[in-house]
């Protein structure tokens, strides 16, 4: 089962909606719960200014060291420090807010050395050194060559690395001027009594009362009035910005500050919406910046890896994290295959790869002819059958699938048994298969459909005649050359892995086009072939499949149950005589389906007449000895062959 997990792109805008808007929402709900009170309303009013402020200071703290923690928790970004990934996703950093300079990655080292570093002009000269210089504290503020700067840094989740970022401290400052107090003064202090900014050059004048519990440290904020020197009163007040050791400090003559409540209530309806805004717009940016290159990243990958886009799961972190472990394996293993032979058989690429084996192009260097190399990983199945079985099964399987020389059935050449593997050799097929095709083009003509039908019975009518029972007819085993030709392949590998229906838990094909009396009962036979021929005809036709469920359980409740509509009902283009054929394949009663697939290719060409099949295939659709998806999958059934007969839904 997949896992479920929000998209970057909504972690993101759930953390600007947090940054942003909850220090606004308390504050409206500090001033609201004040607004009536009679007792020290000028002093509370400018506390709540004083809080709110050390709020904003906090969550635009936060903000950064969120941007911070995104590169020092990406698993990926530190494991590919060698690539190009770490440079594009560091400089999409600095395009989220305008005020950071340079971000960094440095080894956890004594001595911390480089390892990348993105940064803008206006810092290249000095930024490396205030990094190095940098003490352990996670927030520092410096000053250097008259400008003010904050320096934050953060240890990577792998321990190994330390992120560092450089950022401009006008933004800082611009959060400690609150025209709605008129004629308030705030500072920032690193509660050591050390500025850090603001317009108040420290708070000795306050009350004492006032600065002991600043210096007390355990209460986050307090105000109080007092007569200042000039013999008017003065309101104090100072709060504790969260996560620090810093504190937001204020005075303000004690006339201004109720006029200034109103203000406030005006002043926080508007940074509501225009942070409400801002969120959209960095969302916005997130998106192009960096989530939609990631999921161009992970779609590109999977093109190259040949891979379904539902082959990873998980958020666009995790969907990349997995696609870079995909590629790195195969790149792994393509680096040793030009020293690696199965048998005679030189292997010279992977062609597809599934839970129980792979398959090759391969170079037969005795008849000196290219072949596909079809493996089963008997140790991976040891678990479930004995081997010896599964080898001799495999061999003799293939023996009798070789003697079937027939242009609508891929030849079997060789079978080997290998220590920890066993293969087929067989013949490789220039072109793609029907999955690519009706992936691509979703239906095939009807008269093309009948081309395919007749040349996919008369291969499969020659495999009966031999008493080859196929088992999993889909189409990713149908193989479509450029020079027209059309093969059936993987005969007999599923029967290689099915076992005793008295004893087994496990049959083999895919959802959709297992017969209904396979699902009951795990039989095969002649009708069980025809059945998936229809189904697959039915796709060509209506362009989607007749039983295709939610899941594979209810896949084969519609397969046993549900009656599909005729192709030639959902498209008038569809003659009513192909789609009878077609249907009559699909009968759930194994004995009121025709079981001679020679007379049934001499049906569908009667009805329409002989056709030709005209391979003609768009140039973006993958090409090359296409023998991609043929790998058979095993299903549990126990729960399905228990299910009890209902009404289809």
């Known amino acids: 089962m997949k896992s479920k997990s929000l998209p970057l792109i909504a972690w993101i805008v759930l953390g600007l909606l947090m940054v942003g808007l909850l220090p606004f929402a308390i504050t409206a709900y500090q001033i609201k719960a004040n607004q009536d009170s009679l007792v020290d309303q000028v002093q509370q009013t400018h506390l709540v200014s004083v809080d709110a402020t050390a709020d904003k200071v906090s969550s635009y703290l936060l903000g950064l060291q969120r941007l911070l923690r995104s590169v020092a928790d990406n698993q990926t970004l530190l494991t590919q420090l ?59 503020a410096i000053t250097l060559y008259d400008k003010s700067y904050l320096v934050l840094r953060q240890p990577a989740i792998d321990g190994k690395h330390l992120t560092f970022m450089l950022v401009d401290r006008s933004k800082l400052q611009e959060l400690l001027t609150v025209p709605a107090l008129d004629g308030a003064v705030l500072g920032l202090s690193n509660g050591q009594n050390e500025i850090i900014d603001g317009h108040v050059n420290n708070y000795a004048g306050f009350p004492d009362g006032l600065r002991s519990l600043i210096e007390a440290r355990h209460v986050g904020s307090a105000a109080d009035n007092y007569l200042g020197e000039n013999g008017t009163r003065q309101v104090a007040a100072f709060a504790r910005v969260a996560g620090t050791d810093w504190i937001v400090f204020s005075q303000q003559p004690a006339d201004k500050a109720e006029i200034a409540r109103q203000d406030m209530w005006n002043t926080a309806i508007r940074a509501l919406v225009a942070v409400s805004l801002l969120c959209a717009l960095f969302a916005f940016a997130a998106h192009r910046k960096i989530i939609k290159p990631i999921r161009e990243m ?6 190259l890896l040949r891979i379904d886009a539902s082959a990873t799961s998980g958020s666009e972190i995790e969907q990349l994290r997995q696609s870079f472990s995909l590629l790195e394996r195969q790149i792994k293993n393509k680096s040793t295959l ?269 009805a329409l007449g002989v056709q030709r099949w005209e391979a003609h295939f768009a140039d973006d659709i993958p090409r090359g000895g296409d023998h991609a998806g043929s790998v058979t999958e095993m299903l549990p059934v126990t729960e399905i062959r228990n299910m009890k007969m209902a009404n289809a839904k």
């Open 82 to 140: 060698q690539s190009n990934l770490p440079d594009e996703l560091l400089a999409s950093t600095l395009l989220i807010q305008n005020e950071v300079l340079a971000v960094a990655i440095y080894t956890n080292d004594d001595v911390p050395r480089l390892e990348k570093i993105a940064q803008k002009t206006t810092v290249s000269s000095f930024a490396q050194s205030v990094f190095q210089q940098t003490s352990t504290h996670s927030l520092q």
């Open 298 to 303: 992970i779609l590109s990958q999977k093109r």
């Open 338 to 606: 030009q020293s690696v032979s199965l048998g005679r058989y030189q292997v010279e690429d992977v062609i597809a790869s599934g839970s129980m084996g792979t398959i090759f192009k391969g170079w037969d260097p005795r008849l000196e002819r290219e072949v596909a190399i079809k493996t089963i990983k008997i140790d991976e199945m040891e678990a479930i059958f004995d081997r010896n079985e599964l080898v001799t099964k495999l061999v003799e399987e293939a023996k009798i699938v070789a003697k079937i020389i027939h242009p609508n059935i891929v030849t079997v050449y060789d079978a080997v048994d290998a220590k920890e593997i066993a293969f087929i050799a067989m013949e490789l097929i220039e072109g793609i298969s029907l999955e690519d095709y009706l992936r691509h083009y979703e239906t095939v003509p009807p008269l093309q459909t009948v081309a395919l039908a007749a040349a996919i019975l008369r291969g499969l009518s020659e495999a009966h005649r031999r008493s080859i029972i196929h088992r999993d007819i889909k189409p990713s085993n149908v193989l479509l050359g450029y020079n027209g030709s059309i093969k059936l392949t993987d005969f007999g590998v599923a029967s290689l892995t099915s076992k005793n229906p008295e004893s087994g838990q496990m049959i083999i094909g895919s959802p959709g086009y297992i017969a209904p009396e396979t699902i009951s009962s795990n039989v095969y036979s002649e009708m069980t072939d025809m059945f998936a021929v229809g189904v697959m005809l039915y796709r060509c036709l209506a362009g989607c499949s007749p039983f295709r469920g939610a899941n594979f359980k209810q896949t084969f409740k519609l397969t046993r149950l549900y009656n599909p509509p005729a192709p030639h009902t959902m498209d008038p283009n569809i003659p009513e005589s192909l789609s009878n054929l077609v249907m009559g394949l699909l009968a759930k009663n194994p004995l009121k389906r025709p079981n001679n697939a020679a007379l049934v290719a001499d049906s569908f060409e009667q």
